[in-house]
Structure formats: structure tokens, C-alpha cells
């Protein structure tokens, strides 16, 4: 099957197609991502919703692997639906869409397990490869913009730290620290003189050991016991 073909809305998705919702009350903003999404091979749209009540009957009638959901709507905001929709089993990618640089309300999403924030106004490259990177788990959306909304809305009192963090290795915990602060994996393996694909499993064994889901819980759960 051609590229034309797989992105035509009356055939099959391709093999491997990641299937998007867009959940956002401006029409014009979602026709736009529609028709960025949309030209690409591998991406396609398969759900839209104004707010976020029906994003909750669109979405688990269709069950995208990634939603781009935005903050303020009407009806239901793009908060309260992330929640229920992430309660739900095998629930899809979350990224939430805002206007604000350091957006507590992002924050807020972001701790109940939205695997990350992009504002509304980014490049179009940057939208495109954000979709496939949340897709293949590993999250990580400008991991240092986390970083920083997170420092800027980081509790007064950490929490305490849980057993899970004394079972990583030393090895482990260097690998940790830096990945909280928000470098890629080839950035670590520079500094820890590793391979990319050692990082990458140093990686998996700390999130498996710590029970987080991908690198943006990582950097949560970094800030939210101290450990930033």
C-alpha cells in the first residue's frame, strides 16, 4: 500500500498506524492538526471532541493510541477527562495542549498521568515527532520543559521516599538523576560513557523498579520526593 493510500480517509490504516484523537472546542485549531496529522504515513485521526464529555464517548469508541487534549474547554475541561479516561484499562497516551509555558493546570495532568504538555503554538515538526515518542512510550515531550514546570510548581514539603528507590543500583540512581533532569538517552550515554541502547534498559529496569509508566512520571517522581 502507497502512503497516498494509507492516508486516504476510505482505506484501511496502514500496518503500524498510530491512531490520534483530538479533543479541543476551537473547530479551525482541530481542522488544522487534522490536516497535519493526516498527511503523514503513519499518523492518522480516527476521533474529534469539543469538550471533554464527549471526548470520553469518542475515545473509548474508537480507542486511539494517543490524544491530544486540551486544558480549558467547555462542558468538561481536558482535566477531569485525562482523569477518568486514564482510570480506564489500557487507557491511550495523553498529552495535554496548552498556551502557557509553566501551566499549573499541565502540572496537574501531567501528575495523574498524563505522559505529558504541548503548547498549542509549537512547530508542526515538533507536534509530529512528539505524537510518535508517546507513542512508542517513551515520553518524553521536552522533558526539560517538565523539568521546569515542575520546579516552578514543586510542593514545600517532599513526600517521603518510597522502599522501591533504595532496590536501584548505584549505576542506576546516577542514570536516574539525569534523567530527571531532563537529558535524552544519548545525552546520558555521553556522560556515563554507555551505549544508547544500555541507557535505554537502565531506563526500562528504574521505571519497572519505581512502577512509573515513562520518563515524564520519572521526572515527577523525581520533584515530588526531593529527589530533583
Known amino acids: 500500500m502507497s502512503a497516498a493510500d494509507a492516508s486516504s480517509p476510505h482505506s484501511a490504516p496502514a500496518r503500524g498506524t498510530i491512531r490520534v484523537a483530538l479533543v479541543d472546542d476551537q473547530a479551525l485549531f ?3 492538526i487534522r490536516m497535519l496529522v493526516d ?3 503513519d499518523l492518522e485521526v480516527v476521533a ?8 470520553l ?3 473509548r469508541a474508537t480507542r486511539p493510541d494517543v490524544v491530544l487534549m486540551d486544558i480549558r474547554m467547555p462542558v468538561m475541561d481536558g482535566l477531569a477527562a485525562t482523569a477518568e479516561l486514564l482510570g480506564d484499562p489500557e487507557p491511550p497516551r495523553v498529552v495535554m495542549l496548552t498556551t502557557f509555558d509553566l501551566d499549573e493546570a499541565a502540572a496537574r495532568a501531567i501528575r495523574q498521568g498524563a505522559s505529558g504538555f504541548l503548547l498549542k503554538d509549537a512547530d508542526p515538526e515538533f507536534l509530529l515527532a512528539a505524537i510518535r515518542t508517546v507513542h512508542a512510550g517513551s515520553a518524553v515531550i521536552a522533558a526539560s520543559a517538565t523539568r521546569e514546570l515542575f520546579a ?3 510542593e514545600a514539603t517532599p513526600r517521603t521516599v518510597p522502599p522501591a528507590y533504595g532496590d536501584l ?3 542506576e540512581r546516577e542514570i536516574f538523576a539525569l534523567a530527571a533532569r531532563g537529558l535524552s ?3 546520558i550515554a555521553a556522560r556515563e560513557f554507555l551505549s544508547e541502547a544500555t541507557v535505554k534498559t537502565h ?3 528504574i521505571l519497572t523498579k519505581l512502577g512509573l509508566r515513562d520518563r515524564v512520571q520519572l521526572v515527577v517522581f523525581a520533584f515530588e520526593h526531593g529527589l530533583a
Open 57 to 59: 464517548t469518542v475515545i
Open 152 to 154: 516552578h510548581f514543586a
Open 30 to 32: 482541530r481542522a488544522g
Open 169 to 171: 543500583t548505584e549505576r
Open 39 to 41: 498527511s503523514q504515513p
Open 185 to 187: 538517552n544519548a545525552e
Open 48 to 55: 474529534e471532541a469539543s469538550d471533554g464529555a464527549e471526548a
Open 203 to 205: 531506563i526500562s529496569r
